[in-house]
């Protein structure tokens, strides 16, 4: 489709729409890739990339990037390279020609024994996303579609850290609270 607008697939924080405007969000999904909690020199704080796994398929969000300005995005996106993806995404969107995923490659990636912590308000975005477009079994295959749970999380939801952290209702809090224990997560004791 030539000069059609391309598309970006959101699988952590960009699967809430509140933390962004791009036209026409729709649920996607990508083959060949998982979610892993990153480790960088760039960022002293854990995030999302995603990572090539043949085995696995993530859910996530396409929306339009209008007028191919990926400027704001790539901004928002900075620690990561974005890749074509557009023969491994499913959706039911018309019109979509291209899409990008963001994804840290492996030599920006830590090899430091040192773990940044996660920050809860950064998980509290993705889960509430994944809960208003996927619903309780779709965050709970964010949770089992995502490796790194061993990093540390740092609770700052009193003082959230995250820039584009949401507030969450009691029953959103309760989901995050209640996965978090099932899976055993540690916590850290200090923040970056």
Not at 14 to 43: F, I
Not at 67 to 90: F, I
Request: proline share 7%; aromatic share 12%; hydrophobic share 35%.
């Amino acid at each position: 489709m030539a000069g059609a607008d391309p598309y970006f697939f959101g699988y952590g924080s960009l699967v809430n729409c509140a933390t962004h405007d791009y036209p026409h969000p729709a649920p996607a999904r990508l083959k060949g890739w998982r979610r892993a909690w990153a480790q960088t020199e760039l960022r002293k704080v854990a995030f999302l990339t995603a990572v090539p796994d043949p085995e696995c398929e993530i859910e996530g969000l396409i929306a339009r990037v209008p007028g191919s300005d990926w400027q704001a995005l790539d901004e928002r996106e900075w620690a990561y390279d974005r890749v074509d993806a557009s023969k491994t995404v499913t959706h039911e969107a018309k019109d979509v020609a291209e899409i990008a995923v963001y994804a840290v490659p492996d030599e920006r990636q830590s090899k430091s024994t040192e773990r940044f912590p996660i920050w809860l308000s950064y998980i509290d975005v993705v889960v509430q996303g994944y809960l208003r477009v996927f619903g309780p079994d779709g965050a709970d295959r964010f949770f089992e579609t995502t490796s790194g749970w061993e990093t540390p999380i740092y609770d700052d939801r009193a003082e959230p850290r995250y820039p584009r952290h949401q507030q969450l209702s009691e029953e959103e809090r309760e989901f995050v609270d209640s996965r978090l224990k099932r899976i055993g997560v540690n916590w850290a004791q200090e923040p970056v």
